[in-house]
């Protein structure tokens, strides 16, 4: 079960809902400046941070390992998700645990033994989850629906941030809503979330939106505006 900071927000002070997750990725913030940036996405109103792993071998890029993300973790008040794009993946896994990070998603891609592995991360004290890529199938999950938490549909080809939304993968995330109907499973969207496909994913039944590009482009002052509006619109799509 996913424990994490609450989605609550106070709607102009009259009622308070259960808003959408929104989950800024680090990929797309300023390399040389990484903690202030999760200071910056959190005070600007999220409690859930995505931190992209990349090993430059299950994806092209190299982005940062266990070191930076406990270099991260003081900068972190709420909840530190690391996306695993590397492979193999077990013999980091240990490591990634004690970085801090709150949650460890893999890749249904990554490695021959995926059940041992994500029972590894649940020993570890972490929450699990699974990653598909565009081109793997939803039913890629069924075999490990008893032991994750989440399901991150990836709406992007793993590797870079800024890139277009996968229209495609709405499809997937429909079939993967009704797959875990009546589990206490989140679907996480990750790669290409706008205002616009924020809202198409909402629709198509997803919990968690990953937003890279979208949050960090601009000037640090004017996020959570721009936060505000993405979860206006998913709000929007998920009434
Ligand atoms: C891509 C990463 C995503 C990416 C999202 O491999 O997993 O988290 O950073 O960035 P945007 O929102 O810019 O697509
Ligand atoms: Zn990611």
């Known amino acids: 079960m996913l424990s994490y900071g609450s989605g609550r927000v106070d709607v102009d002070k009259t009622e308070t809902v259960i808003a959408p997750i929104i989950a800024p990725s680090l990929l797309s913030a300023d390399f040389a400046a990484l903690g ?3 200071r910056c996405a959190e005070d600007s109103g999220c409690n859930w941070l995505h931190l992209d792993v990349m090993d430059g071998h299950f994806v092209p890029a190299i982005t940062f390992g266990p070191m930076v993300c406990k270099a991260l973790r003081p ?9 695993l794009m590397i492979s193999p993946v077990d013999d980091q896994l240990a490591a990634f645990a004690d970085s801090g990070a709150n949650h460890m998603t893999l890749h249904v891609e990554a490695g021959p033994h995926l059940y041992k592995s994500l029972q590894t991360v649940r020993e570890l004290g972490c929450s699990v ?3 598909i890529n565009p081109g793997t199938p939803a039913v890629a999950i069924l075999p490990v629906v008893e032991i994750i938490d989440l399901v991150c549909v990836m709406t992007v080809n793993p590797g870079a941030g800024g890139q277009a939304f996968i229209h495609s993968q709405l499809t997937k995330i429909r079939e993967i809503k009704s797959m875990i109907a009546g589990r206490a499973i989140k679907i996480q969207v990750d790669g290409g979330i706008d205002p616009k496909t924020g809202y198409e994913a909402a629709r198509a039944g997803a919990d968690i939106f990953v937003a890279g590009s979208q949050l960090f482009s601009g000037e640090p002052t ?3 505006d721009r936060i505000r509006y993405l979860r206006h619109e998913i709000m929007r799509g998920q009434a």
């Not at 900068?75 to 996306?83: L, Q």
Request: hydrophobic share 50%; glycine share 16%.
């Open 36 to 38: 202030a940036a999760c």
């Open 222 to 224: 004017d996020m959570g």
């Open 129 to 131: 989850g699974v990653a």
């Open 75 to 83: 900068h972190i008040r709420g909840f530190m998700d690391v996306h």
